[in-house]
Every structure is written in structure tokens, then in C-alpha cells.
């Protein structure tokens, strides 16, 4: 650990509740340089949705490299993309009738957020955009601009600007209709909000505290994007590639964004890709105009060809992933009404859909002591929320029942402890 603390530098952080030096994985696990295996609830905080070293998407790495394919090549054209490019859209975009682009912006996905923010800004030729109160999109001044988190953005050192925050759903717990605030302020010209670009938004807010947007709200803000010439982005970069059990997040609300960013689990292996996608009509880029060094790895085209080839292709990850969220969901409801039962007024609440899945308390030490217990038990897990009040669970879609039970088995017993050291003392 000396050499950790001595060279790297201080921001360092999930390290810091895991203080192991990890060495090997596969599937589910993750081994340290011990030995001692942990069950990955953490999932490369959701670029892992098919696990560790799934061994099909390896042979496919393997075979490429030993191959001599080619690794690094701007946005020239090569046959690793083109396929790639070929099997989404045969898989996932025509199935869906999504007539989107494809542009690679960059390794991560918060160079997805920024083409968006950029794209839109340059189609409209107006600079506002409606980000929502808990909104996490990146840590890059343009999406930490619609970033909600106070630690966060207090890291920029210059002034955040050009976007506006609105309530999520459920964030006024329904004490006013949906989007009054937003349609008032769009109405009053007194406002002091410019007409906007665009309106981007997550459906499941991950790093935000698991907050689940309803399908009707998400319709109704597509609705209102129509209506008043915003354009509409979903960044699908944590809850995209199955994580809610259909491909895109949004698909169960019957939307079609403008503009969606999709990285992490795309590239199917852990390696770095992100998409930026949009309607055809928007593609107003000129050549170069936005660009960088790594625009699409090669292998990670490779990668994510065979994850979707293995995955998509027949329609059965969607179906399984539902299954395997309905367990977690009983599981995590029973857990909540033992809880409940054991300590009245803990304000314990279960949020989520597909495999995330978040255990809220008002007292948010209790979701750090559950997170540091499991760990100490063989559990990864880690805290969201606004004051890292909830235990989020972000398993691999791959995971097996048999795993599913033994990892809630595990934050069962952490959080039985963890409640139970808040009950008051008896009487004598």
C-alpha cells in the first residue's frame, strides 16, 4: 500500500474503502493478490455488465492481437470498426427503429456528454441546457456544467454556466405537477432563462441515489422537448447496455431521444468506448470539427462486436436481466420491512429497476457501515446519493441466482448490524 499512498495522488478514491490490491478476475469475482476472493456488486461501476473476462469476448481479444490487428487508429476507417458498426446496427438499432449516427467522441463517456452538449448548442445556436437536481453526466467542465453533486463541481475552479437545474421526479415528493417550474419559466420572459438547447437526463439517476424516472414523466418530458424545440438527451452511459433490462434505458417509456451518450459497458470487456448517437438530420459537424486522439480503440470495437453477438443477437439478456432484478427486489423489500420491524424510523426506502438497485437510509453513516462491513465479508458494494446515504448494487447482468442470494446474504447481515447498533438501549 506504501507505494500507492507515496506516488499516487490523493484523489484517488474507491481504494479507499477497499483497501485490497486486487490481482485477478473472472465472472462475478474479483481475487486480490492474496488470494481472498469478493463478489463484485460493483461491476466497474457498470462497465461490466457481462463480467470479468467473459471468455468469449477474450478469444475474440486474444485472436485479434495475436493477429497483429490493429490497435490505435484515429477515425480512419478499419475492418474492426466497420463491423462493429455493421452488427449495431443490425442488432440493436434497426430491431428498435432508431435511425441514429454514430460518432465515436472518445474513450469516456463523459466525451459522449460533451459532443452532445456541443452538437446541440451548434444545431439550436442557442447555449442554455435543463440538467435535474442529482444529475451526474462527467467530470469535464461542459458535463460537470449539468452535474449536480456540490463536491463535484466545487472541483471545476471557474464558474459552471450555461445550463440550468430542474427537479427530477419524485424530487418535490408530488407537491407540484410535473415540469410546472420548467413550463412556467419557458412561459416569463421575466424569467431570466434563456430559450434552451437542449434538456438532458438520465432515467435512472445511478450516481445521483438510484432515482428511478417513471415512464409517464419521461414522457412527458419528450413531450415537452417537442413542443418547445429541445432537444432531448438521454445520457444511457451507466444505464445503457441492458443494466434496466432493455438495451437502451429509455425503450420501456416508448421514447426516441434526439441525442443519446452511451460508454462503459459498450465496450463489452471493460475497455474504453463510448458513442455519441443521433437523428441523421442533426449531423452537422463539419470534418475535424470535433475530435481526438483516441476515437474508438480497435480492440474495444472487437470487444463490444462479440458482446453484442453473444448477448443481443437473440433476444434472451433482456428477459434474464428482468428475472434477476425481481429477485433483488423481493429480497431487498423483505429486507427493508426486517429493518423496518427491528427500528422504526430509519426511513429505509428500495429504489430501482432491471440490476441496479439502491438500499436508501436518512442516516447515511449507515450505508457506509454496510458497504465497509460487506467488504470485510467479500462484498463490493458502493455508496450514491447525495450524502452517500444509499447502498448501491450494481451486479453483472452475468451473474448467477446462486451469487445474487449469497452477495444479499452478506448486505442482509452488514445492514442487521449496522441497524442494530442504533437501537436504543433498554430500560433497566
Known sequence: MNVFEALESEVRSYCRGWPAVFDRAQGSWIHDEDGRAYLDFFAGAGTLNYGHNHPVLKEALLHY????????????????????????????LHPRGLDYK????????TNAVEAALKLARKVTGRETVISFTNAFHGMTLGALAVTGNSMKRSGA??????HVAMPFDGFLDGRTPDFLWLE????????????PAAVIVETVQGEGGVNVASAEWLRGLSELCKRRGMLLIVDDVQMGCGR????????????????????????????????????????????GEHNGTFRGPNPSFVTATAA??????????????????RLVHDRLTSLQEELDAARPGLGIDVRGRGLVWGLAFDDEEIAD???????????????????????KLLPPLTVSAEELHRGLDILADAARSAVDRRREPVAA
Open 244 to 287: 434496466t433490462g432493455a438495451f437502451f434505458s429509455f425503450e420501456e417509456a416508448g421514447i426516441v431521444p434526439d441525442i443519446v451518450t452511451l460508454s462503459k459497458s459498450i465496450g463489452g470487456y471493460g475497455l474504453p468506448l463510448a458513442l455519441t448517437l443521433f437523428r441523421p438530420e442533426l449531423d452537422v459537424w463539419e470534418p
Open 184 to 195: 412556467s419559466v419557458l412561459d416569463d420572459s421575466g424569467s431570466g432563462i434563456d430559450v
Open 102 to 109: 454514430v460518432q465515436f467522441p472518445g474513450p469516456a463517456g
Open 157 to 162: 475552479g471557474v464558474p459552471l454556466d450555461h
Open 65 to 92: 492481437l495475436q493477429r497483429d490487428g490493429i490497435t490505435h487508429s484515429l477515425d480512419m476507417f478499419s475492418a474492426a470498426k466497420r463491423s462493429f458498426l455493421e452488427r449495431f446496427h443490425e442488432v440493436v
Open 308 to 325: 453484442l453477438d453473444h448477448f443481443w443477437a437473440d433476444g434472451t439478456m433482456e428477459k434474464q436481466t428482468l428475472a434477476k432484478g
Open 369 to 391: 457501515e454496510i458497504c465497509s462491513a460487506a467488504f470485510d465479508n467479500g462484498l463490493l458494494l458502493e455508496t450514491s446519493g447525495p450524502r452517500s446515504e444509499v447502498v
